[in-house]
């Protein structure tokens, strides 16, 4: 979060944070991240993805 709060606009501190997130079970705040990644660079592979498999969880699992 200090990185964040030092500069707005730092992918990669989202990033981790957004894994931190799921690691802890907080799929809400990590899709904001996700979000705000993809707000900030439309061609993050990466955060696609992790949003693609958060929704697809979602659907067949239930939220987790």
């Keep these: 979060n200090r990185a964040?709060?030092?500069q707005?606009?730092?992918?990669?501190?989202y990033w981790?944070?957004?894994?931190i997130?799921?690691?802890?079970n907080k799929k809400d705040?990590?899709?904001l991240?996700?979000?705000l990644i993809l707000k900030l660079n439309r061609t993050h592979a990466g955060a696609y993805l992790s949003r693609f498999?958060?929704?697809y969880n979602?659907?067949?699992y239930g939220k987790l």
């Design 29 to 31: 705040e990590a899709l």
């Design 16 to 19: 981790q944070r957004h894994l």
């Design 4 to 6: 964040i709060n030092m």
């Design 8 to 13: 707005e606009n730092f992918i990669d501190a």
């Design 58 to 60: 979602n659907f067949f």
């Design 21 to 24: 997130y799921l690691v802890q």
């Design 53 to 55: 498999e958060n929704e």
């Design 33 to 35: 991240d996700l979000n």
